[in-house]
């Protein structure tokens, strides 16, 4: 199910994969020793083994905002394969880029990136809007939900496939990297909802954007 691309990374790099309860986040990637690129462990929340990435990318979505007192809610609609295929996905593209024969380190983006980043959490201009790029997943300051639909209008009009992706160009390049193979290789659909009760209040398929359909080809150079 995964890429060829990614799949041979994972098996040429990749020491351990574990489960570990009490991460902060859902999947981590860690490169145990700089100069040796076959030390990557990886550590995944054991939640992920029983939700469909539907589940999976709603719980995540939402953990990035404080309950509303206005029943304001958001849900991702992904598909009901297993969420361990996203976080392997997205896990797996770390790996290809932590291990890029190029001279790339975390602060020169590769391809994939190169337009849209200047640095690892720096957007480059015109992409830098101050709506995107909140640490809310990492830093357990969630939002306020009054200010989703402004995000997500802001989402809309920007090349990044999630708000998790306009966090730093290695998320950028692995859900970007997640989002193509899930929506134009297994088929699944993608769509981020803003409702309230049963109204939709903002509704964004982001690979269905014009600037993120614009990155295709550079993902697309990837497969064989
Ligand atoms: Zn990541």
Known sequence: MLPAFERRALQNHVRSISFVDGLPMNGLTLLDDPADPNTIDIVIRPAVLTETISQFLTRKERSCYQPSETHLEVSVDAGSLDATLDVLLHEGMHVVDLTADSATTQDSPPTLAAGYWQSLRTRRVPYDSNLLGNACFF??????????????????????????????????????????????????P????????EQT????????????????????????
């Open 139 to 188: 830093s357990r300051s969630p939002l306020s939900m009054d200010t989703a639909p402004a995000i997500y209008q802001a989402l809309a009009q920007s090349p990044f496939v999630s708000l998790y992706a306009t966090t730093n160009w290695l998320d950028d390049s692995a859900e970007l990297v997640a989002m193509y193979h899930l929506t134009h290789v297994l088929q699944q």
């Open 201 to 224: 209040i903002v509704s964004l398929s982001p690979m269905e954007s014009p600037l993120v359909v614009a990155r295709f080809s550079a993902v697309k150079a990837l497969y064989p």
């Open 190 to 197: 993608y769509r981020i909802v803003l409702h309230r009760d």
